[in-house]
Nanobody, 123 residues
Framework: EVQLVESGGGLVQAGGSLRLSCAASGFTFDDYGIGWFRQAPGKEREGVSCMSSSDDSTYYADSVKGRFTISSDNAKNTVYLQMNSLKPEDTAVYYC????????????????WGQGTQVTVSS
């Protein structure tokens, strides 16, 4: 059974940083892509950053490029999202998901989802 458990969310002031973690079980990153998504109140869920299973390539939404960094520790089967220079518009529930696919302009998941972790950025 695939399980994804996010942690690391919280309340931070604009300009601050947070690091989200997603501990995965039931599959390995070598087999499947993995990524981070977010959903703000009243908005559709969007792909924030995704990582390929086959190489080191990554996807970032335009809104987070240069501020967010996705990384993984395969030994721990954990993926991270380092978020710097946070803005109030980054406020959302952040989810990690498996079996991701991405192009140059979007990322989607065909796999399992975590329960989400709330990130709130105050102005």
């Amino acid at each position: 059974e695939v399980q994804l458990v996010e942690s690391g969310g919280g309340l931070v002031q604009a300009g601050g940083s947070l690091r989200l973690s997603c501990a995965a079980s039931g599959f390995t990153f070598d087999d499947y892509g993995i990524g981070w998504f977010r959903q703000a109140p009243g908005k559709e869920r969007e792909g924030v950053s995704c990582m390929s299973s086959s190489d080191d390539s990554t996807y970032y939404a335009d809104s987070v490029k240069g501020r967010f960094t996705i990384s993984s520790d395969n030994a721990k089967n954990t993926v991270y999202l380092q978020m710097n220079s946070l803005k109030p518009e980054d406020t959302a529930v952040y989810y990690c998901a498996s079996q991701t696919y991405y192009s140059s302009s979007y990322c989607v998941s065909f796999g399992s989802w975590g329960q989400g972790t709330q990130v709130t950025v105050s102005s």
